[in-house]
């Protein structure tokens, strides 16, 4: 995988992509529905966090073993010192994700990973100081950010459910 820094974004794409993203996509939209299966952020009438895990979906630790190998990479520490935690965001038509930001423990670093973007299904909005910056995914691709940094996702236009992973990596505590 090749990282592009552009700090205080970074992103890559997970070279896979084409096998994991099908296998994420029908372990989400086969059990996202089960009154076990953890969920938060209820706005607008839909849970905007989803937590499914990896012993369910087991395609998901391709995603964890990425997310620690680039963010070890942009914190510059040692990969065995981070975890990461993660949950799914399913945007139908009309959708969008209020502003917010994620910083209310311990992280360090903040990311999405994209599963299925339709075309003009939203886009990532980063509020950094003086400046917004509008991030178009792509299925396969991940975007690192600062957890302080407020964002939100732009409104689904399209006729199909966008679906990503949120993302937070902080210190794997002893």
């Known amino acids: 995988m090749h990282l592009i ?15 994991v993203n099908p296998a994420l996509s029908v372990g989400y ?3 996202a529905n089960d009154e076990h299966i ?10 905007e ?6 012993e369910i979906i ?6 964890q073993n990425a997310v620690i190998e680039c963010a070890a990479d942009i914190l510059e520490l ?15 038509p ?28 939203g886009n990532l909005v980063l509020h950094h100081k003086h400046f917004t910056t509008r991030v178009t995914p792509a299925a396969g691709m991940f975007v690192f950010f600062p ?15 966008r679906l990503s992973l949120g993302i937070n990596i902080g210190p794997k505590h002893t």
Request: net charge negative; proline share 5%.
């Open 78 to 92: 040692d990969k065995y010192c981070l975890k990461s935690g993660f949950w799914f965001n399913a945007m139908e």
């Open 5 to 19: 820094k552009h700090p205080p974004l970074f992103s890559a794409y997970l070279a896979n992509f084409e096998q």
């Open 58 to 63: 087991p395609e998901l630790g391709a995603i």
């Open 94 to 121: 009309g959708h969008t994700t209020s502003v917010h930001s994620h910083d209310d423990d311990d992280e360090l670093l903040s990311a999405v990973y994209y599963i299925s973007v339709p075309e003009d299904s």
């Open 38 to 47: 953890k969920r938060s952020h209820f706005f607008e009438g839909r849970y």
């Open 147 to 161: 957890p302080d940094i407020s964002h939100e996702v732009s409104r689904n236009n399209s006729k199909h459910t």
């Open 29 to 31: 939209f086969s059990c």
């Open 49 to 54: 966090n989803v937590y499914i895990t990896e």
